[in-house]
Structure formats: structure tokens, C-alpha cells
């Protein structure tokens, strides 16, 4: 699987939209952007994920670069109860399809 | 709501005293996996099954761990003897394999303390 790169830590006003990036510049052809996060004190929560299209559900918008190296999770109102680490992974399938590596992720802080 | 359940939530043991942990898959999921996290290593892949066959058990220390799924409903994750190294929380996650991507969802953990 790709490995990411994301920034260690980030602030965002309440109500106000965060941006989380991620880079993912090996990623290859077959693998999909997968974002988690993680509240403390709690298993990782699903978000959402995408192959090459932009992506929206009830929690977040996923954007992904046209060449598919790096992309963007948007909450687009941030409330208190968003603070937590967040994760973008990359995964896709071979022989032992399915693994899945975490790496540091960025840790969100919403202010009031 | 179907969710992933991990037993027990908490459990505090002495050095080299067996440990399991137990983890029911949301039903119809095919692969399950373990992973541990703490302050220092952050979350790590320990084992993984698909279809109850062990599919990667790498990040594992072989000596003292063990991981089975006895059937569909029930992986287990076993530390004989531990050691107060192994404090972390062990989290379980199952997800639906087919074809390219597939979700996984996680369960609220076991935390562990070894004294």
C-alpha cells in the first residue's frame, strides 16, 4: 500500500471549514483514498473514501487531485465534537489484500 | 446499528499472567483484523483473516501472541505469557472484502494494563 503524508497538527474556528490535506504521490492505479478518524478514547471512526472522484457524504467532501497524488477531507462547518486525529490511508488489493496501515495522521483541533 | 464488539473493554493483569481478547465481526463481514496502539508506536497492524484463514500475522511477536478465529463470529487475540510491554489498546476491525476497496470498521477497543 502508498504510504501519506500528512501535517502533524491543525487549528480550525468553529462553524468555519476545515481543510485537511493529504499526499499520497505513489499511490497506484488500483488504490483508493480512505479517511478515518480517530476521538479520543475511541476506535477509529470511518469517513469516507474515493478512488478518483470527488466524494461527498453526510460528514465530509473528499477532493482528489487529478493526477490522484494527494487530496483534501473538507468538514465544512467544524463543531467542538470534530477535534480528534485524523487518517488518510491508502489502500488496495494483491495477494494480501485488505492490509491496512496508519500512519501518524493530523490532529484537529476546532476552537471555539 | 451493527458494530464490531470487543471483550474485555478493560483489563488490568499482573506479568506473565494469559490474557484473551475477543472481538464478534459486524455479520457478513469476511475479513477481520487486530490492531494495537499506544502513545509510542501510534496504531499498528498485528494480524489479519479473511474468511477465518490467517492472511498476514507479521506485525505479531510470534512468541507470546496468538490469533484465531475459531468461526465466523468470534476472533480471538491471546498473550501468554504477557508483559507489562504490552499496555495498549488492542483494537478489532472487520470490514467486506470484494473486488478494489472495501471499508473496515472498528471496535471501541480493549485496553490493557500489565503491572
Known amino acids: 500500500d502508498a504510504k501519506t503524508t500528512q501535517p502533524p497538527s491543525m487549528d480550525c474556528a468553529e462553524g468555519r471549514a476545515a481543510n485537511l490535506p493529504c499526499n499520497h504521490s505513489?499511490?497506484?492505479?488500483?488504490?483508493?483514498v480512505y479517511w478515518y478518524r480517530q476521538i479520543h478514547s475511541q476506535g477509529p471512526q470511518y469517513i469516507i473514501h474515493?478512488?478518483?472522484n470527488n466524494e461527498t457524504n453526510e460528514m465530509a467532501s473528499l477532493i482528489i487531485t487529478e493526477d490522484r497524488k494527494s487530496s483534501t477531507l473538507i468538514l465544512p462547518h467544524a463543531t467542538l465534537r470534530d477535534t480528534a486525529v485524523y487518517y488518510c490511508?491508502?489502500?488496495?488489493?494483491?495477494?494480501?489484500?485488505?492490509?491496512?496501515?496508519f500512519g501518524d495522521g493530523t490532529t484537529l483541533t476546532v476552537k471555539p | 446499528d451493527a458494530r464490531v464488539t470487543q471483550t474485555p473493554r478493560h483489563k488490568v493483569t499482573e506479568m506473565g499472567q494469559e490474557v484473551t481478547m475477543r472481538c464478534q465481526p459486524i455479520?457478513?463481514?469476511?475479513?477481520v483484523f487486530w490492531y494495537r496502539q499506544t502513545m509510542m508506536q501510534g496504531l499498528e497492524l498485528l494480524a489479519y483473516?479473511?474468511?477465518?484463514?490467517?492472511?498476514?500475522d507479521s506485525g505479531m511477536p510470534k512468541d507470546r501472541f496468538s490469533a484465531e478465529m475459531p468461526d465466523a463470529t468470534l476472533a480471538t487475540l491471546k498473550i501468554q505469557p504477557s508483559e507489562p510491554r504490552d499496555s495498549a489498546v488492542y483494537f478489532c476491525?472487520?470490514?467486506?472484502?470484494?473486488?478494489?476497496?472495501?471499508?473496515?470498521?472498528f471496535g471501541e477497543g480493549s485496553w490493557l494494563t500489565v503491572v
Open positions: 476491525a472487520s470490514g467486506l472484502v470484494q473486488g478494489f476497496g472495501n471499508t473496515i470498521y
Open positions: 505513489t499511490i497506484s492505479g488500483n488504490e483508493y
Open positions: 474515493g478512488l478518483k
Open positions: 490511508i491508502v489502500r488496495g488489493f494483491n495477494t494480501n489484500a485488505g492490509k491496512s496501515t
Open positions: 455479520l457478513g463481514h469476511n475479513t
Open positions: 483473516f479473511r474468511n477465518r484463514a490467517p492472511l498476514d
